[in-house]
């Protein structure tokens, strides 16, 4: 399996500030990816962070809104810039690791993010 | 778009009793997985089944796959008021590279 961890767990912030989320991987990745939980509803994919390369968006996601680094193999940062109420959501980074030949992703514990 | 759709909404079941819970989705699939979710936190990975499985076991769940039907099931046996949780199905898409578009959810509540 693989361990993650984001920092912060959670965060209360005001509006029109920015929040940089982190996720540390215990092991090197080639995939990882960053999803949305909004209140009550299923995950959604924002972006693939692409190791020394611009990261890939989902329709609906840009980064300026949105800027991902990836400096290594083993850790990522997501921004919510200008933040908004409409962005709370749980944010969650996942990897994908081969296992006896299959692949499986597994997600991080989530930034609870709520913005007043 | 939402790819996958679970069934029902909402499930309350009895401890010991199987609980099963459906999903369908509308493209072609490289593998359909299932997840858990406890209380707003991280999603565990429960199992995976590749598009040219029909049937898969993991402890108490089982999950089966119909490509024709674009539809999956997971049934969890003897169910624990410990399974109380949210159920996610995702689906690679063919050509998605890793890529998981997720269904709505079930919740689940298992009764003591």
């Known amino acids: 399996s693989a361990v993650i961890s984001q920092k912060p767990s959670r965060d209360i912030c005001q509006r029109g500030t920015s929040l940089t989320i982190q996720c540390q991987v215990d092991?090197?990745?080639?995939?990882m990816f960053w999803y949305r939980q909004q209140p009550g509803q299923s995950l959604t994919l924002i972006a693939t962070a692409n190791q020394g390369s611009e990261a890939t968006y989902e329709s609906g996601f840009v980064i300026d809104k949105f800027p991902i680094s990836r400096p290594n193999l083993t850790f990522s940062t997501l921004t919510v810039s200008n933040m908004s109420p409409e962005d709370s959501s749980i944010y969650l980074c996942?990897?994908?690791?081969?296992?006896?030949?299959?692949?499986?992703?597994?997600f991080g514990p989530g930034t609870r993010l709520l913005v007043l | 778009s939402q790819q996958g759709e679970e069934d029902p909404q909402a499930l309350s079941i009895q401890e010991g009793e199987n609980a099963t819970m459906n999903c369908s989705y509308k493209t072609s699939i490289n593998n359909l997985q299932w997840y858990r979710q406890n209380s707003g936190r991280g999603l565990v990975h429960l199992i995976l089944i590749r598009s040219n499985e029909r049937e898969k076991h993991s402890g108490r769940l089982r999950v089966t796959l119909d490509t024709s039907k674009k539809s999956s099931s997971l049934l969890i046996t003897a169910s624990r008021a410990a399974d109380t949780a949210s159920y996610f199905c995702?689906?690679?898409?063919?050509?998605?590279?890793?890529?998981?578009?997720f269904g709505k959810g079930i919740t689940l509540s298992v009764r003591p």
């Open positions: 996942s990897v994908v690791k081969v296992l006896g030949g299959q692949e499986t992703q597994y």
């Open positions: 092991s090197q990745v080639t995939m």
């Open positions: 995702a689906t690679e898409k063919t050509g998605a590279n890793s890529k998981l578009t």
